[in-house]
């Protein structure tokens, strides 16, 4: 079974063709991290969606978004070179790039209001 799960950041927009018997496909890169620091990778991964979902969805995955992705992963070579590929299965569009945002900056957080717990509030369990 060949069934891998990624998370990261599309590289460029999707694009929508037609094969010639008239199938549509979208394909797009997906560039997911690994450790942190000086000792970061980032491996680029060549997206394919295809049917009615790839017409659907091409028009929703932009540069800078951050999208899960399931599917089926393979390699294929051309000039030498080595690329990974994934047969999307499942997509989730989980962020869009905001406007000014760095895009390995991370998202602003809120501090947890906290309050003063009075001696009646303390559950005796």
Known sequence: MNN????????????LRHTQGGDPVAGWSLATDAGYGEKKV?????????????????????????IAVVGELSTREHEGKTYVTLKVAEVTLLGEKKE??????PAPRSAP??????????IPF
């Open 42 to 66: 980032t491996t680029w991964i060549d997206c394919s969606l295809w049917g009615k979902r790839a017409e659907k969805l091409a028009e929703f995955i932009k540069k800078g978004d951050r």
């Open 113 to 122: 209001a906290t309050r003063e717990i009075e001696q009646d509030e303390i």
């Open 4 to 15: 891998c799960a990624f998370i990261g950041r599309v590289g460029k927009d999707a694009v």
């Open 100 to 105: 000014g945002q760095r895009q390995d900056a």
